[in-house]
Nanobody, 122 residues
Framework: QVQLVESGGGLVQAGGSLRLSCAASGNIFVINAMGWYRQGPGNQRELVAAITDGKGTDYADSVKGRFTISRDNAKNTVYLQMNSLKPEDTAVYYC????????????????WGQGTQVTVSS
């Protein structure tokens, strides 16, 4: 199986920065796309940013110019640098990854982390 573990969440004042990390481990053959999602109180889970294995990126309009997604393929880790944080960025942030395992290398499966809380105070 595959495990994703997020870290780096916390409490920050508006205008501040945080860097989230998500490390994948387990029976990994290759990781295709990786991404960050968030779910605020009373809201549905939404895509924040995604990055392909070729390092192409995509962002939600609400975070463009403030957040940067990156990955270290050697470490099976994806990062989310969040700058100029706003109170509306408050949410639980989840990472996900499309993984081909050694057992099932033909069909990628999506795995999720447990989430990390980000709280931005005004």
């Amino acid at each position: 199986q595959v495990q994703l573990v997020e870290s780096g969440g916390g409490l920050v004042q508006a205008g501040g920065s945080l860097r989230l990390s998500c490390a994948a481990s387990g029976n990994i053959f290759v990781i295709n796309a990786m991404g960050w999602y968030r779910q605020g109180p009373g809201n549905q889970r939404e895509l924040v940013a995604a990055i392909t294995d070729g390092k192409g990126t995509d962002y939600a309009d609400s975070v463009k110019g403030r957040f940067t997604i990156s990955r270290d393929n050697a470490k099976n880790t994806v990062y989310l640098q969040m700058n100029s944080l706003k109170p509306e960025d408050t949410a639980v942030y989840y990472c996900n990854a499309d993984v081909r395992t050694y057992i099932n290398y033909r069909t990628p499966k999506t795995y999720w982390g447990q989430g990390t809380q980000v709280t931005v105070s005004s």
